[in-house]
């Protein structure tokens, strides 16, 4: 089973500065990551895919980066919407999947 | 609107069974792959079973192979989960997830399975 590791746990800021959180995983998965947000009481949704790719709708403070092992989320600018949890999730072994354990983003 | 909905969770004893139902709207169900995927309190997602459009390929995660069996009925648009011998570590919001035109990209609002004695 592929293994991805979220880091950090938690990330603390405040409104207007950058977010950039990380997503390992145990074995090459070329760029089938995708980024999901889920907020209280909701489910999640899809922010990114294939890496570097925004879902439709998702605000253009969203990207997203890497290929192989190493993946990073970044949201240029934080805004008060965006505290949430973020979880990585690969698709390597279709449809076999896997998910992060997520990464708090809270004020 | 696309939308999708499940019902059938509830409280049950550990080896108990339920069977989770999804209702879809706002799209042709039939030409979707979909998937369960659950959420343990305080967890990530745990992706639980896939099935093809026409409901020909299966693939079950193995902590629920032998235990649980997904189904679809594309006439009345509607996503199955029978879950047999339930145990503590089942217990979870179960969402019923669409690949319409990303992978996972339509989500239900989940439905919540707790197994305790």
């Known amino acids: 089973e592929i293994v991805l590791t979220q880091s950090p746990a938690t990330l603390s800021l405040s409104p207007g500065e950058r977010a950039t959180l990380s997503c390992r995983a145990s074995q090459s998965i070329s760029t089938s990551l995708a980024w999901f947000q889920q907020k209280p009481g909701q489910a999640p949704r899809v922010l990114i895919y294939?890496?570097?790719n925004r879902a439709i709708g998702i605000p253009a403070r969203f990207s997203g980066s890497g290929s192989g092992t190493d993946f990073t989320l970044t949201i240029s600018t934080v805004e008060p919407e965006d505290f949430a949890v973020y979880y990585c999730?690969?698709?390597?072994?279709?449809?076999?999947?896997?998910f992060g354990q997520g990464t708090k983003l809270e004020i | 609107e696309v939308q999708l909905v499940e019902s059938g969770g509830g409280l049950v004893q550990p080896g108990e069974s339920l069977r989770l139902s999804c209702a879809a709207s706002g799209f042709t169900f039939s030409s979707h792959e979909m998937n369960w995927v659950r959420q343990a309190p305080g967890k990530g997602p745990e992706w639980v079973s896939y099935?093809?459009?026409?409901?020909?390929?299966?693939h079950y995660a193995d902590s629920v192979k032998g235990r649980f069996t997904i189904s679809r009925d594309n006439a009345k648009n509607s996503l199955y989960l029978q879950m047999k011998s339930l145990r503590a570590d089942d217990t979870a919001v179960y969402y019923c997830v669409a690949t319409r035109l990303i992978d996972m990209d339509v989500w239900g609002t989940g439905t919540t399975v707790t197994v305790s004695s």
């Open positions: 294939e890496a570097s």
């Open positions: 999730h690969q698709r390597s072994n279709w449809p076999r999947s896997t």
């Open positions: 099935i093809s459009s026409s409901g020909t390929i299966i």
